[in-house]
């Protein structure tokens, strides 16, 4: 039986395997990531106006001439004229920056003009440059010594950092926004992974049915051996396309990607790193410590578990409705009941991240519908071991119970020219070997 | 070798199968008869442990069938169906394997059978780039490739051309002649003259015929005649029949009086006359 069943497996991992359209789409889809990646980054680069702006600076105050220094890409000249005969005069400008007194005072304005569409990255820079001399005038014109100091020292950020203890009483800490970015994580991944391949099981389903090789196939072998198999290789197929882009996806970020990026662009953030670079380091210890806390083995072993368990079950219910329709079209409409427990388990994880303990959590990461998403977020806030363990039975022997029911839909639908069965002849079916 | 007793099988209101009986004899070839809808394929489909009779049981050699002997059948459904990602030898492989064959006897398997209805050169062509008849072929080879004790085919000539259609009909012929008992369903009534032993005719899920072939024939024999008689130097072919309670010689006399008798035979009903007259009544 069981040998049946590997026979199964390795029959529909071979022939999804090596079909082209799956080689296409296995190479295809991380060059079109990466396209969407660095295509960004590249235009910027070729877009920039690499060219020197000049900018004729009108100060009728007089006050901001220190305020614009010279930069690679911008150069600031300064006029004394009237705007439209200085617009005469210096037709070779990027434009003109207007200010019309003390800009601590507030009917006084700076005003940029300009022929062409002011670039809003120019004008941000502008701003910034103008604001940051102006807040600079104010605070030393208090004339108390040191007081840009003391104004930087006073501006601390107050962080609370959280701290579990355990039954022994020693200390872990922990991280509600890492558990929910974890969480959040493994919840998309496994419904990316549930809608791609339990959508192809219940492809693979109609087409047997609506080609007609079921009745060849199922005077040979069980209806359960035949789902039970074709849940497994098509998840087979998945992990290696997981694999594949994995390998892809670590060679473009290690070799191809910087390769790509500009280099001004790579300066900036190294200029924004060496800024926060305290900041950084507190927060990538604390992430570490964190880890550490929830027991990193442990959430990878289970993270498996769920999300190997989560796809089996919805690929069970994926082919229990293509073994109960009829064509393509009828199949897709049946896919709602499916989408509706995954999307409220997204919801409940979302809540759960904030209420890892309330009763809705639990009972949520116990049925199994919701459990490999809830469970997940759960984790990371220590979780009793009998509760992991019997939400993992649960969710494995539904997924039993859910493909022999399938096999047995399966076999009953031969016989089902477009009449819905009855529960008593499912029943009877569900006897019958 | 196979003992339908007494079978029944509805769904919801209509009554499929109604009380069928028959038995099929070792080495034989049994045709299956019936108008569409008659339950022929529900019948077929108990036979492969498809589906299970509401009541009455089928039997292959004394045992129930399940799917533990459903091994020693080979079935070609009438509406076929293979993968059409997978290549041809690796398809007939991956069905014989699920039969029970080990991976080695099915490829010699597949060997021999490619050999013997020539179609080696495609092995590696996709199950999509065939023909209808072609896949047909393959079909037909992955239902015999394990050599099953029984062979059910249903309407294995339909998609065939002439050429074609003999071929599989003589490697059936082989089959039967090396042992194989084979059930044919079919709406071709010439092969089911030439073919057949026995028949069962279902009609509205009832057995409504059923027996030896030429005994079906002899018992619908109407007593017409095929003669050839020269009269006035000319040669007339007629169809003659006979009058109630007269004896051959006795017509044979009538005839004798207009011309010279040069050929004189009975014409038995052919299967197809006797299907539709049975049918139909």
């Known amino acids: ?433 | 070798m196979l003992i339908i007793n007494n079978v029944s099988k509805s769904f919801g209101q209509k009554r499929a199968l109604d009380h069928i009986s028959l038995e099929v004899p070792d080495g034989i070839i049994y045709g299956l008869l019936g108008p569409n809808g008659a339950g022929k394929t529900t019948l077929i489909r108990i036979i492969n442990a498809i589906t299970a009779p509401d009541s009455g049981e089928a039997l292959l050699d004394g045992q129930p069938i399940s799917l533990e002997n459903a091994a020693q059948i080979g079935y070609l459904p009438e509406e076929r169906g293979l993968y059409k990602d997978m290549r041809v030898g690796e398809h007939v492989r991956y069905l014989a394997r699920l039969k029970g064959l080990s991976d080695l006897q099915a490829r010699e398997q597949m060997n021999l059978w490619f050999k013997r209805l020539d179609i080696e050169s495609w092995r590696f062509k996709n199950i999509e780039e065939l023909s209808k008849g072609m896949a047909q072929k393959v079909q037909f080879i992955a239902t015999v490739i394990h050599r099953p004790k029984l062979l059910i085919l249903d309407e294995p000539f339909s998609g065939f051309d002439p050429v074609n259609a003999d071929i599989i009909r003589q490697e059936i012929l082989r089959l039967n002649r090396e042992g194989t008992t084979v059930i044919l369903s079919t709406h071709n009534m010439e092969s089911v003259e030439a073919m057949c032993n026995r028949i069962t005719l279902i009609n509205n899920g009832r057995a409504v015929l059923q027996g030896d072939v030429q005994q079906i024939r002899q018992q619908h024999r109407k007593g017409i005649y095929r003669v050839v008689r020269t009269i006035d130097g000319e040669q007339v072919e007629q169809n003659v029949q006979k009058l109630p309670g007269e004896s051959n010689n006795a017509l044979i006399q009538r005839l004798v009086a207009e011309g010279e008798i040069s050929t004189f035979e009975e014409i038995l009903p052919s299967m197809n006359d006797i299907f539709i007259q049975t049918v139909q009544s």
């Open chain 1, 1 to 433: 039986m069981s040998n049946k069943i590997a026979l199964i497996i390795s029959n529909e991992y071979y022939m999804r395997v090596t079909k082209k359209s799956f080689v296409i789409l296995t190479l295809l889809t991380p060059i079109l990531f990466v396209v969407v990646l660095v295509l960004p980054a590249l235009i910027m680069n070729i877009g920039s106006d690499s060219s020197v702006k000049t900018i004729a600076v009108i100060d009728r105050s007089g006050l901001y001439r220190e305020a614009f220094t010279d930069r690679d890409d911008c150069k600031f000249i300064f006029v004394d004229d009237d705007l439209q005969q200085a617009r005469k005069q210096h037709s070779e400008v990027t434009g003109f920056l207007y200010i019309t007194g003390d800009l601590t005072d507030s009917l006084q304005t700076a005003c940029y003009y300009s022929d062409r569409q002011p670039n809003s990255e120019l004008m941000l820079d502008l701003r910034k440059q103008l604001s940051k001399y102006v807040n600079q005038k104010r605070i030393d014109s208090y004339g108390i010594p040191n007081l840009s100091e003391i104004i930087a020292e006073s501006t601390q950020r107050v962080k609370i950092t959280t701290v579990k203890w355990d039954k022994n009483g020693s200390e872990h800490l922990t991280s509600s926004s890492i558990a929910e970015m974890f969480g959040l994580l493994s919840a998309l991944l496994i419904y990316m992974f549930i809608f791609a391949y339990g959508g192809m099981v219940m492809q693979g389903v109609v087409q047997e049915k609506s080609n007609r090789i079921m009745e060849i196939l199922i005077s040979s072998v069980r209806p359960f051996e035949l789902m039970m198999g074709k849940i497994i290789g098509i998840a087979l197929v998945g992990l290696t396309q997981f694999a594949i882009w994995v390998l892809i996806g670590g060679i473009t970020m290690a070799y191809i990607l910087p390769a790509f990026m500009p280099e001004t662009q790579m300066s900036s953030a190294e200029s924004v790193a060496q800024l926060s670079a305290m900041q950084q380091n507190n927060e990538f210890q604390e992430i570490v410590t964190t880890l550490m806390g929830i027991n990193l083995m442990k959430i990878i072993v289970l993270f498996v578990l769920y999300f190997i368990g989560g796809y089996l079950l919805y690929a069970s219910m994926f082919a229990a409705v293509g073994a109960a329709v009829d064509n393509q079209t009828d199949s897709q409409q049946f896919t709602i009941p499916i989408t509706i427990p995954i999307i409220l388990g997204i919801f409940v994880a979302i809540y759960a991240t904030n209420n890892p303990d309330s009763s809705l959590a639990f009972w949520c990461s116990l049925i199994p519908f919701t459990s490999p998403i809830v469970m997940l977020v759960r984790l990371p806030f220590e979780v009793a071991w009998w509760e992991i363990v019997l939400s993992l039975i649960i969710l494995y022997l539904s997924f039993v119970g859910t493909t022999w029911l399938s096999g047995k839909i399966y076999r009953t639908g031969i016989l089902m020219y477009g009449k819905t069965p009855t529960w008593k002849e499912i029943w009877k079916w569900a006897r019958y070997n």
